[in-house]
């Protein structure tokens, strides 16, 4: 069974930073992408951030641009979501995703997710 968990989210004031991880099992980690999505309060899920398998290229939403860095550990089955200069409209639940196939920049790319970590940015 493929598992994605998450962790890392919590409550920050605007302009600080948070770091996401998500831990993988089920061999997912060999697989040619890892990404991250966000879903605010009656809103849709959102593409952030992926990365390919060998953690060469990567992708961000241009709302994030510039202050998201996407990593990957692949010794600890891990992936990572470095935010900066958080702004109030980044709250939301955060979910890591796993690919399977080469298409990396929408929802139904992922095959996998794991259950979300909240974030909630302050004023």
């Known amino acids: 069974q493929v598992q994605l968990v998450e962790s890392g989210g919590g409550l920050v004031q605007a302009g600080g930073s948070l770091r996401l991880s998500c831990a993988a099992s089920?061999?997912?980690?060999?697989?040619?992408?890892m990404g991250w999505f966000r879903q605010a309060p009656g809103q849709e899920r959102e593409f952030v951030a992926a990365i390919i398998w060998n953690g060469r290229n990567t992708y961000y939403a241009d709302s994030v641009k510039g202050r998201c860095t996407i990593s990957r550990d692949n010794a600890k089955s891990t992936v990572y979501l470095q935010m900066n200069s958080l702004k109030p409209e980044d709250t939301a639940v955060y979910y890591c995703?796993?690919?399977?196939?080469?298409?990396?920049?929408?929802?139904?790319?992922?095959?996998?997710w794991g259950q979300g970590t909240q974030v909630t940015v302050s004023r």
């Open positions: 089920g061999r997912t980690f060999s697989w040619p992408g």
């Open positions: 995703a796993a690919a399977r196939g080469s298409n990396y920049l929408y929802f139904e790319d992922y095959d996998y």
